[in-house]
């Protein structure tokens, strides 16, 4: 198993992999092509074996209006034949020790039992526009101290 940044070469590993990770979605797929054809700044791994893209993270801008003000994880996948074998565990520690990664506020939306192993907090400050409730909107090395909802690159809003 090995972890690299991902090329554009890989694109359709990893496209297909989104696929097949996320049955009956279409969103992490379109989210991902969208990303790569805008050109928006992202911060991505690939995890290979054989030859076959098993997990795929991605990192991209978190904004308050127009600035920066950190980064959002998604997506996050694992291939179902490769799922419940802490792979993506791996992954994910892999990329929160990447220097891209390691200062930047980071925010993610998804189960809180799973983010909260790697330091995950639940986050109100800021609020998220995809999560209402706010039960799975986490965050970490988050030192906002103002109301405002996050920013997500346009190409999530679709």
Same mark, same amino acid.
């Given at each position: 198993m090995k972890i690299r940044k991902l090329t554009p070469e890989e694109y359709p590993k990893a496209k297909a992999l989104l696929t097949k990770?996320?049955?009956g979605s279409t969103y992490e797929t379109r989210l991902f092509e969208n990303l790569h054809k805008n050109g928006k700044p992202l911060y991505e791994w690939i995890c290979?074996?054989?030859n076959k893209a098993t997990a795929y993270i991605a990192y991209s801008h978190a904004f308050n209006g127009k600035e920066v003000c950190g @980064?959002?994880?998604a997506p996050l996948a694992v291939a179902p034949q490769m799922q419940n074998q802490g792979i993506g565990s791996e992954l994910l520690r892999f990329s929160l020790?990447?220097?891209e990664i390691?200062?930047?506020p980071l925010f993610v939306l998804g189960d809180p039992k799973f983010y909260m192993k790697f330091g995950f907090e639940p986050c109100s400050m800021p609020t998220c526009p995809f999560d209402k409730s706010g039960d799975?909107?986490?965050s970490t090395r988050n030192n906002s101290?103002? @109301?405002f909802t996050i920013g997500y690159e346009p190409e999530f809003m679709l």
């Amino acid at each position: 198993m090995k972890i690299r940044k991902l090329t554009p070469e890989e694109y359709p590993k990893a496209k297909a992999l989104l696929t097949k990770a996320f049955p009956g979605s279409t969103y992490e797929t379109r989210l991902f092509e969208n990303l790569h054809k805008n050109g928006k700044p992202l911060y991505e791994w690939i995890c290979v074996h054989r030859n076959k893209a098993t997990a795929y993270i991605a990192y991209s801008h978190a904004f308050n209006g127009k600035e920066v003000c950190g @980064l959002h994880l998604a997506p996050l996948a694992v291939a179902p034949q490769m799922q419940n074998q802490g792979i993506g565990s791996e992954l994910l520690r892999f990329s929160l020790r990447q220097k891209e990664i390691r200062e930047s506020p980071l925010f993610v939306l998804g189960d809180p039992k799973f983010y909260m192993k790697f330091g995950f907090e639940p986050c109100s400050m800021p609020t998220c526009p995809f999560d209402k409730s706010g039960d799975h909107f986490l965050s970490t090395r988050n030192n906002s101290s103002s @109301l405002f909802t996050i920013g997500y690159e346009p190409e999530f809003m679709l």
